[in-house]
């Protein structure tokens, strides 16, 4: 489904009963990446989820992203879908749009989940990101490129990185 909010059209996804959980996703992916967390939890939880702008389905304009702006995209979309409050869940880029979100508008989130995201980059960094975000990263690689996850086996086990880096194998733990 798409909403038009903050000047362009985003794409989100909305499945469940109860409180809002909104999950935001890294750079170079889409809402996509969040498939096995829905299934988990969209029995307890109004799970909502969205391509960031530049990403997936929603709008790409012309110009240089703000995390402000990415976290306005985020307001108006949950102002647009009637959700006063939300749990978040957001993952590298989408843990910075958290951040920022959670210190414009503290009293739209109930919960703040941070994971393998930052509070900042050092400057001498921001050259080498710039020409990796945006549509064409994510259009050129597709939608699960980025995301280091793999399903995990029917017989259950927890994730453990191997050697190579962004991969994931999924081992049995010892009872």
């Known amino acids: 489904m798409k909403l038009n909010a903050n000047g362009i059209d985003i794409n989100y996804e909305i499945e469940g009963e109860g409180p809002v959980v909104t999950f935001s996703h890294s750079l170079a992916c889409n809402l996509s990446m969040w498939d096995e967390q829905v299934r988990a939890l969209r029995s307890r939880y ?10 997936g389905q929603t709008g790409a304009p012309a110009a240089a992203y703000t995390l402000d702006q990415l976290a306005e995209d985020l307001k108006g979309l949950l102002d647009g ?15 910075m749009i ?12 109930q ?11 050092p400057r001498a960094a921001t050259p080498r ?29 927890s994730p453990r990185r191997s050697g190579r880096a962004g991969r994931i194998s999924w081992t049995r733990s010892a009872p």
Request: one cysteine or more.
């Open 46 to 55: 109004r799970v909502l989820r969205y391509d960031t702008r530049g990403h």
């Open 81 to 95: 879908l009637g959700i006063a409050a939300t749990h978040f869940v957001g993952l590298s880029m989408g843990g």
């Open 98 to 109: 958290g951040q920022v979100f959670a210190l414009k508008h503290p009293a739209m989130v």
């Open 111 to 121: 919960s703040l989940v941070l994971c393998d995201t930052t509070s900042r980059y």
């Open 129 to 157: 990101a710039r020409p990796r975000s945006g549509r064409s990263a994510s259009r050129r690689w597709g939608p699960r490129a980025w995301s280091p996850w793999s399903r995990p086996p029917s017989s259950g086990g």
